[in-house]
């Protein structure tokens, strides 16, 4: 807000003794409403780390390094490869090209497609060995290197920018595969063999020599089963108490409005439907 648009707005100011009576409620209250947020947000962080837990477990990551049940990525899978790097934007168009997956568009899990790119026909014909096929695993290279997600079959025939691209073939599951690269475990190995020093960079050599459980597929399958089971429990408790963070700092800004431009009376007003709904 500029300073003209400041000076003439009207302020309320009511007598001393009512701006202590408001302080103090305010205090009061909004010392409850943080603590409250405080404990969702510990919460949250548990349920982190016991989804890490559970993913670890249940991937039997730890009984795979004791036995040497692990081999090189590049041993299970079809082919590993990489996406445009070399001048991408050149190919950039505003419509009728084809969709193109950056970094930014891959999270752990999943594919963001709010935000995505189109290169022309001839950019995605230069550029076969980037195009994208349905369960294709993408990873990411820079930034948040390692984030790996399947592709869906809306993006299949899509290309990609700067990304790994994995093509599993028969012997590894998609998800199997995506639930391993996402995992604490693989997200060190990323770690220590990405490079740069402002921002991690992960190349397909690395990649290539990730270490994998080498398990069947039908045991990937049913690990997947359970793993989305497990996962998707956990998943909607961390979903719901994001959902009661955002109402505590929604009622914690509307208290504040309505204490100070005398929407009721502090000495007679409770606060004890200021957290209703987000208490449990």
Excluded at 20 to 43: G, H, V
Excluded at 134 to 155: F, I, K, S, W, Y
Excluded at 188 to 210: C, D, L, P, Y
Aim: aromatic fraction near 4%.
């Amino acid at each position: 807000m500029s300073k003209e648009n400041f000076h003439p707005m009207p302020l309320l100011v009511p007598p001393l003794e009512e701006q202590r009576r408001i302080a103090e409620f305010l205090d009061a209250e909004i010392a409850r409403i943080d603590q409250l947020a405080l404990k969702r947000s510990q919460m949250r962080s548990l349920l982190t780390l016991k989804r890490e837990r559970v993913i670890e477990s249940t991937l039997g990551l730890e009984r795979a390094q004791m036995t040497d049940g692990l081999v090189p990525l590049k041993y299970l899978v079809a082919d590993v490869t990489v996406g445009i790097v070399i001048t991408p934007a050149k190919w950039y168009v505003e419509t009728g090209g084809t969709p193109a997956l950056r970094g930014l568009n891959v999270k752990p899990g999943f594919i963001s497609t709010g935000d995505l790119v189109q290169i022309s026909a001839e950019g995605h014909a230069e550029n076969r060995k980037s195009r994208l096929n349905t369960g294709d695993v993408v990873v990411v290279r820079t930034g948040q290197a390692g984030a790996a997600a399947v592709v869906p079959a809306e993006l299949d025939g899509a290309n990609c920018i700067d990304l790994i691209v994995v093509r599993p073939g028969r012997k590894l599951s998609p998800r199997y595969l995506q639930y391993v690269l996402n995992s604490d475990y693989a997200s060190a190995r990323v770690t220590e063999h990405s490079v740069g020093s402002i921002q991690a960079h992960f190349n397909v050599g690395a990649m290539k020599q990730i270490p994998i459980p080498s398990i069947p597929r039908t045991e990937q399958d049913e690990i997947v089963r359970l793993l989305d089971i497990r996962v998707g429990a956990l998943d909607l408790l961390h979903r719901k108490l994001d959902r009661q963070e955002q109402l505590l700092t929604e009622r914690r800004q509307s208290l504040i409005t309505a204490a100070v431009t005398g929407q009721f009376d502090v000495t007679t007003a409770s606060g004890r439907n200021v957290t209703d709904g987000v208490t449990a």
